[in-house]
């Protein structure tokens, strides 16, 4: 029996799709669904294709995202770009079986209000010498929880916002599926 992962996300989706195509034809994990918090037909799409089921979340409450994980047996939660506060029930019904990736090196750029460009933005005005990703468990705190996986970049002097993004992006594509596997079955 494959160990079943659920994504949660809520903007394009990269980080998703990169994963369900990591984990296609993979034996020991098997992705069962995305939950997306906003609608998105291309992510749609994409699932059907790939045979994962899609739920366009934008009018539901945290109540139905738990539900439709317990439905589909999920062992752990994903969330791959998810702006949403995941609610204390809900943590609790998968503790310490909840993983965030966060697109700097945490502590640093971190808590509410950080997501997306912003941290980006952050790091830009700090001039930070270096920026990366955190893949962490997630927990009552924003971003706070045990940090299980970072990779760190050299950043160009003066790198703006955007350009900071493009290198956070290839770090995210290369290592967030590799290290869920490491974590999840140690390989
Ligand atoms: C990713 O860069 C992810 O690290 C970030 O949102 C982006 C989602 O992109 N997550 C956070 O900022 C969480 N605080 P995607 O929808 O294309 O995967």
């Not at 160990?3 to 369900?20: D, E, H, V, W």
């Not at 998810?82 to 310490?96: E, G, Q, R």
């Not at 050299?154 to 290369?174: F, G, V």
Request: proline share 4%; aromatic share 10%; hydrophobic share 45%.
């Amino acid at each position: 029996m494959p160990i079943q992962i659920i994504l949660f996300i809520s903007g394009g989706g990269s980080n998703a799709r990169q994963i369900i195509s990591y984990f296609q034809d993979n034996e020991a994990i098997k992705v069962v669904g995305v939950l997306s918090s906003k609608s998105n037909h291309d992510m749609a799409d994409f699932c059907a294709a790939h045979h994962v089921s899609f739920f366009d979340m934008s009018t539901k409450d945290f109540g139905q995202y738990l539900s439709i994980s317990q439905q589909l047996n999920v062992d752990w939660v994903i969330l791959a770009g998810f702006l949403k506060k995941v609610p204390a029930a809900f943590i609790s019904s998968y503790a310490n079986r909840i993983i965030n990736i966060h697109p700097s090196l945490l502590p640093k750029h971190g808590g509410a209000g950080m997501y997306g460009k912003h941290v980006h933005q952050a790091v830009a005005l700090a001039k930070e010498p270096y920026s990366g990703i955190s893949i962490h468990l997630v927990n009552e705190e924003f971003d706070q929880g045990k940090i299980l996986f970072q990779h760190a970049i050299r950043l160009p002097l003066n790198a703006n916002a955007d350009e900071i993004e493009s290198l956070i992006r290839e770090l995210e594509k290369t290592h967030f599926a590799p290290d869920i596997a490491a974590h999840l079955i140690g390989t």
